[in-house]
């Protein structure tokens, strides 16, 4: 995308049409700036390969080794950037530096070779034996509100998918503190900014990524305990909030369809135009106390989300 172009598009009299090609143009360009990711950090390796270290690059380059280092790796264990928000409520994704990139090992729905190959209508391609071999699309289910049963078990995603019928995977991205956007300050009581715990995993349903789920629980109450520390949670994190000494008292959940941010797009591996589905729940204790944001961020067009109403209460 140029000055140019866009020029030309500022020209269009339909706005429905110049707003169509400039949301197709802005998929396009997300897509480039994942790719340059890629090839950036290639390069960065090649360069460490030939014995260069991370301060030689680093002054090469005009940044720190600290930098260097975010870039040869993508910065997947930080916080994705938050979608901003228009005042009149709308989401828009904000592109950052460098999208973040999955670690080596997780097992992906891309062809290999360093692009990404995709096949119309949501399923992707593989690579096998030098051609490419289309997956199998998959739809996983996602209940609001959540079940009970569900949610007091040892993973929400691994019993949802028990009951599906399709093998879930999982892996923890990311576990430490990060400033907390506008929307997770909000359900924590804190101010934005301020520095929350994070434990962010990615899941996949028969090896295809369908969501990123992410907990936020507030530092004056959970550093310093096991909610802090590395590697999966067990039996549960409900089961580590109730040992220590919080007692479910209500929650809320709020579903909101959007353009997905580049950290997103490619952690997912979507198509140029596809959404993404948030949820956010925010659960208090029976003292009133915002002991955890879970916030999932769920690929739309591989999700059906069942809505229940209140026993009791159903109307025609």
Same mark, same amino acid.
């Given at each position: 995308?140029?000055?140019?172009?866009?020029?030309?598009?500022?020209?269009l009299s339909d706005p429905i049409e110049r707003a169509r090609v400039l949301s197709r143009l802005i998929a396009? +360009?997300?897509?480039? @700036?994942?790719?340059?990711?890629? $090839?950036?950090?290639?390069?960065?390796?090649? =360069?460490? /390969?030939?014995?260069?270290?991370?301060?030689?690059?680093?002054?090469?380059?005009g940044v720190s080794p600290g930098r260097i280092s975010q870039m040869r790796k993508g910065p997947s264990a930080r916080a994705p950037e938050e979608p901003t928000v228009h005042?009149?409520?709308e989401p828009s994704a904000r592109v950052p530096e460098e999208p973040m990139a999955l670690a080596p090992?997780?097992?992906?729905?891309?062809?290999?070779?360093g692009s990404s190959a995709h096949a119309p209508g949501g399923s992707a391609l593989r690579a096998s034996g030098g051609s490419a071999?289309?997956?199998?699309?998959?739809?996983v289910r996602r209940a609001l509100p959540t079940d009970p049963a569900v949610r007091a078990s040892a993973s929400l995603f691994l019993?949802?998918? +028990?009951?599906?019928? @399709?093998?879930?995977?999982?892996? $923890?991205?990311?576990?430490?503190?990060?400033? =907390?956007? /506008?929307?997770?300050?909000?359900?924590?009581?804190?101010?934005?900014?301020?520095?929350?715990?994070?434990r962010r995993k990615m899941m996949t349903a028969d090896g295809v990524p369908v969501r990123v789920a992410t907990s936020y629980f507030r530092a004056d109450l959970f550093a310093g305990t096991r909610l802090a520390e590395p590697g999966f949670v067990k039996p549960s994190l409900q089961s580590a909030l109730v040992a220590l000494g919080h007692t479910f008292g209500r929650a809320e959940e709020n579903l909101t369809a959007r353009p997905p941010t580049p950290f997103e797009y490619e952690t997912?591996?979507?198509?140029?135009?596809?959404?993404?589905?948030?949820?956010?729940?925010?659960?208090?204790?029976?003292?009133?106390?915002?002991?955890?944001v879970l916030e999932?961020?769920?690929?739309?067009?591989?999700?059906v989300f069942p809505i229940g109403q209140v026993s009791g209460h159903d109307e025609f």
């Open positions: 995308m140029d000055l140019e172009t866009l020029r030309g598009v500022s020209e396009e +360009e997300q897509g480039l @700036v994942a790719e340059a990711a890629k $090839m950036r950090r290639q390069a960065i390796a090649e =360069a460490r /390969d030939s014995g260069m270290s991370l301060e030689d690059v680093g002054t090469r380059l005042a009149h409520g090992g997780e097992p992906t729905a891309r062809a290999t070779g071999v289309r997956a199998p699309k998959v739809l019993a949802e998918a +028990e009951r599906q019928g @399709v093998t879930p995977g999982r892996r $923890m991205l990311y576990v430490g503190p990060e400033p =907390a956007g /506008d929307q997770v300050a909000a359900c924590l009581r804190v101010e934005p900014g301020a520095e929350v715990i994070a997912l591996e979507l198509e140029p135009g596809e959404w993404v589905v948030q949820v956010l729940r925010a659960g208090y204790s029976d003292e009133d106390v915002p002991v955890h999932t961020i769920c690929a739309a067009n591989r999700h």
